[in-house]
């Protein structure tokens, strides 16, 4: 009809050019999306934090175990503990070295320049380093109980490998049978056959033993603990020491090990071990763990990560959580991880 207008036809190569085009402007755009989301995704920040190490622990199960009594029968009272770990072996010489060279402390001026074996056990060890060193390693020191149970088992044998005598330790009983100039004490693990039921080694014999015990939780009432008032005595200068030494006899009495000493004391017969309860290690791995969240730069895509993060963290004790926050505020390197670690660290210190 004239005056109407025909549509024009597209030519069918032009549409399929053009759809072309918008196929690949979409896939470009959606690529586009993609790489920025893991961009984003994978921005984060790892630190390298290490907690507790129990590769060199033995575990020891909770419950309960006896007491022998002051007699060495087995009429002794039961105590109970919970799940723990405790050092295989006594710290050694190679293990204390590295701790001094970390933390910056000094060795005490009694303290001889060891240049024997560095797998002897190190001595002349105050209470105190030995509390700094076991915060250190992310342990503790053993309590008196803890140090009992992982020596003579929870049945209270008389000794670690059982109730008959053997020269089974560095006791005064294996000294006297060396030559003089031996050392007196010998590289821990020596004694194969003195190992305990659940593999601690060296529990009697070679160095007395720090716990964080103080004298009112002695086990066995020996005239050392009974003839003490304990009014006049201030508690917090005391610990007691298990195990006994290189010249400690043990053959012909049932050995207590069991003695009371001031917290600065540094003597040459004097080493320790560590501990570190179950529930304890659990709550290190959670902060860690939760550290490792708050590493995730972007709040917006992982805010429900975060968020758990960050309430770990400020619901746990302050004294557990604040050193490991510490550590990885000074292994961070990204700007955005430190404010945010410090900000975590002022809310917890504004509610303790």
Same mark, same amino acid.
């Given at each position: ?45 790892? /630190? ?155 529990? /009697? ?118 050193? /490991? ?25 504004a509610q303790s």
């Open positions: 009809m004239k005056g109407r207008t025909e549509p024009a036809t597209q030519d069918p190569t032009a549409r399929a050019v053009t759809g072309r085009r918008r196929w690949l402007v979409a896939l470009g755009l959606a690529i586009c999306a993609m790489a920025v989301v893991g961009w984003l995704h994978g921005e984060r920040e790892t /630190i390298p934090l290490r907690g507790a190490d129990t590769s060199e622990m033995v575990f020891v199960a909770g419950g309960e175990f006896r007491v022998r009594s002051e007699e060495g029968s087995l009429r002794g009272r039961l105590l109970r503990l919970e799940p723990y770990f405790i050092d295989r072996f006594e710290v050694t010489e190679r293990e204390w070295k590295r701790f001094l060279a970390a933390s910056g402390r000094e060795s005490s001026g009694a303290r001889p320049e060891v240049g024997s074996n560095p797998d002897y056990p190190a001595r002349f060890i105050r209470y105190p380093d030995a509390v700094a060193f076991a915060r250190w390693k992310h342990k503790e020191l053993p309590t008196n109980w803890q140090w009992e149970r992982a020596s003579q088992g929870p049945e209270g044998k008389r000794f670690p490998w059982g109730d008959g005598f053997l020269m089974a330790a560095n006791t005064k009983e294996v000294r006297d049978r060396r030559s003089s100039d031996d050392p007196s004490v010998t590289r821990v693990g020596t004694f194969e056959r003195g190992r305990s039921a659940v593999g601690a080694y060296d529990m /009697i014999g070679n160095v007395w033993e720090w716990t964080c015990s103080p004298g009112t939780d002695n086990l066995y009432g020996s005239e050392r603990f009974s003839s003490i008032d304990w009014r006049e005595l201030d508690s917090t200068r005391y610990r007691i020491i298990r195990g006994g030494a290189f010249d400690t006899p043990i053959s012909r009495t049932t050995p207590k090990l069991e003695d009371l000493l001031w917290v600065m004391s540094e003597r040459w017969d004097l080493g320790m071990r560590c501990s570190l309860s179950l529930d304890l290690y659990r709550r290190q791995t959670a902060i860690i763990d939760a550290v490792g969240d708050l590493g995730h730069r972007w709040r917006l895509l992982h805010w429900s990560r975060i968020g758990r993060a960050e309430r770990t963290l400020e619901n746990e004790v302050p004294a557990l959580v604040l050193p /490991i926050l510490e550590e990885a505020r000074g292994l961070a390197k990204e700007p955005w991880l430190i404010d945010r670690l410090d900000d975590v660290m002022t809310r917890i210190r």
